[in-house]
């Protein structure tokens, strides 16, 4: 052992002070370097954990924008910025599908699954009974037959024409059912051009033109007063095949629906107004039990307007084919099944006929002491309408003191009902809501929308997007805060929720319906152009698959459309590593509040690919 320069080395001497400083000095040293490594190494352990954990590594796109968390080196959150999303719509790009280690993969189905609505297959519904429509109504496949791939666009599938001009236009490859010409012809509804559709107006009941048809209705009731605002009508379709799908391709809201056993998919006291030309339900039949259940989802004061079969008949009996007795016979039985709902009889003119519910029960309630038929149902949860049976009682509106008083409450004029507090929550009847929480709701989602803009610049821009959907909306904030956007939100209550929110959102002058994620929604492939989900996986967890949930919403939203999820970091993970196997381009971003936010954000775009022109070309020639 060396001693000190220029000194023999003595054992046996003791050391001097500046030695022993030095020697203290280079201990000191000698520790922090220990300590240092220590840190380090316990850091790359901690990494090659997490590396293990979510199974080695991944192919990410060059597109991606991650946010990391570099706990070990600093207290303070890094991004990492690449190329941002891109929003826009291109209708040119091809499927790349990029290979990933130790992620499922999930593969383009089959062409003939183009237009699959799982709950609505008809070779499904082929299995049950057929008596009352039972078998038109939702059947979903079982956990075991639910398809593990990605529905597929036509070849050649374009973003629908943008909203005003998509009322009147649709690319026929969007929706190639040429066949509809020639069953609509006399109707003037829909016609062939080259590579579109147009529709005219035209209707079996209304041949002059929708607009004129409206007029005329118009002319008999206060359709400014009854409807409040035109874009929040909500047609529910028969099963007739793309029909319903015409009607979001033009951008109008709309549903797959039939009225058979089972209530429909609203709260009670939901629309103002509801509409029938030549839909053909045995209105009078089974106890008038279809015309209770449109009584049921009628507003106090809200009218049902009916035109075809059998109004008219004097007129039009020789073309229905049907003997003047029957039609008769049909006409009296609708009438009587009215008059025991307390509608009152507007207008029975050509080819129109009006009625309109009362705003209360009190003289309903005298009319039953003399006629028993049908009776006021006993107490149960008037909003309960998923898989709920209908039944042939009438059900009670909400108690008042007068005659003049409106069950449930007045509501607001349009547009001031939007952020007026709602009926439902000013009574007290959505337990824990109370008007403040409903206003700081209100002023939260406008924020949150502003700062969605930021991130999705194209959101806030006019005809990028026309319908949306909400798939956990609660009282409808998001819609709410776009408003003044030409876009119309289907705002969806999970079954599931906490809370039944549903009656509120139609109270504000909104649209939605019930649904349980765990099962396929109501609608066809590429209905909506961005999705919404507030913490819909966090609700579901442990319910059903991610992977089932994120393949849904894949059907249903259309190439280059965009999600926007919110959730717990951990959760949007996941969802990201089976989103980038579903190749779409997903990129986590921080809370509005900040990145010491649990709840993250993660902004998706589905890229855009169709099937290849010889499978869509066979498909094509087995329908026409």
């Not at 008596?131 to 791939?149: G, N």
């Not at 490859?173 to 109707?187: D, G, R, S, W, Y």
């Not at 775009?605 to 087995?622: F, N």
Request: hydrophobic content about 35%; overall charge positive; proline content about 6%.
């Amino acid at each position: 052992m060396a001693g000190p320069p220029n000194l023999p080395y003595n054992p046996t001497s003791k050391p001097s002070k500046n030695s022993a400083i030095a020697t203290a000095f280079f201990s000191k040293k000698l520790a922090n370097l220990y300590s240092i490594t220590l840190v380090f190494f316990l850091c790359f352990l901690s990494y090659l954990l997490g590396f293990w954990q979510r199974g080695g590594p991944s192919t990410l796109s060059s597109t991606t924008t991650t946010t990391v968390n570099f706990a070990c080196a600093s207290n303070k959150t890094n991004t990492i910025n690449a190329k941002a999303l891109d929003f826009s719509s291109h209708h040119f790009a091809k499927a790349v599908v990029t290979e990933s280690t130790k992620v499922k993969a999930y593969p383009p189905c089959n062409i003939s699954y183009s237009e699959y609505t799982p709950c609505e297959d008809a070779k499904r519904s082929l299995k049950f009974e057929r008596s009352r429509l039972i078998y038109r109504e939702r059947h979903c496949p079982e956990k075991k037959e639910l398809l593990k791939c990605r529905v597929p666009a036509p070849y050649g599938y374009k973003n629908p024409f943008t909203w005003p001009a998509s009322r009147d236009l649709v690319w026929y490859a969007n929706v190639p059912h040429k066949e509809l010409t020639v069953e609509k012809a006399v109707q003037n509804w829909i016609r062939y051009e080259g590579d579109r559709f147009r529709f005219p107006g035209g209707g079996t009941m209304f041949p002059n033109g929708a607009d004129a048809y409206i007029d005329d209705i118009g002319k008999l009731i206060n359709l400014k007063m009854a409807l409040y605002v035109p874009q929040l009508i909500l047609a529910v379709g028969d099963t007739h095949e793309a029909q319903v799908q015409f009607a979001l391709e033009r951008g109008v809201p709309a549903l797959i629906g039939v009225l058979a056993s089972k209530r429909l998919p609203y709260p009670s006291r939901a629309f103002d107004m509801a509409h029938c030309s030549r839909c053909l339900i045995p209105w009078n039949q089974f106890g008038g039990i279809y015309l209770i259940e449109v009584d049921r989802v009628l507003r106090p004061g809200g009218y049902w307007i009916l035109s075809g079969p059998p109004i008219n008949w004097k007129r039009y009996w020789k073309g229905w084919e049907r003997t003047k007795e029957d039609l008769n016979a049909e006409q009296t039985a609708i009438e009587n099944v009215a008059k025991s709902l307390c509608w009152k009889k507007l207008y029975d003119k050509d080819d129109i006929a009006i009625w309109q519910k009362p705003v209360n029960h009190l003289n309903c309630k005298v009319n039953r002491k003399l006629n028993q038929n049908p009776h006021f149902c006993p107490a149960q949860d008037p909003d309960k309408a998923w898989y709920t049976e209908m039944d042939t009682c009438l059900i009670q509106l909400p108690e008042v003191s007068s005659n003049q008083e409106i069950a449930g409450g007045e509501l607001a004029k349009w547009p001031e009902r939007l952020n007026t507090i709602p009926p439902r929550i000013s009574r007290g009847t959505v337990k824990g809501v109370t008007p403040e929480i409903f206003k700081e709701n209100s002023q939260l989602w406008k924020r949150r929308v502003s700062y969605y803009k930021t991130v999705n610049k194209q959101l806030g821009q006019a005809g990028r997007y026309r319908n949306l959907l909400d798939m956990n909306a609660n009282l409808g904030g998001f819609a709410a805060a776009l408003i003044d956007h030409p876009v119309w939100v289907m705002n969806v209550v999970p079954v599931e929720a906490k809370l039944n929110t549903l009656g509120v959102i139609y109270e504000r002058g909104l649209i939605g319906t019930y649904q349980n994620w765990c099962e396929a929604m109501s609608t066809y492939p590429r209905t909506y152009d961005l999705i919404h989900a507030d913490s819909v996986f966090s609700l579901y967890k442990n319910r059903c698959e991610l992977e089932d949930i994120l393949l849904e919403m894949d059907r249903i939203l259309r190439p280059e459309g965009s999600v926007i999820f919110r959730d717990d970091v951990d959760v949007l993970v996941k969802i990201k590593k089976i989103m980038d196997a579903m190749n779409w381009d997903s990129q986590i971003v921080d809370h509005e509040d900040g990145p010491l936010e649990r709840e993250k954000l993660l902004f998706a775009v589905k890229l855009y690919w169709t099937a290849d022109a010889a499978a869509s070309d066979q498909t094509v020639l087995k329908s026409s």
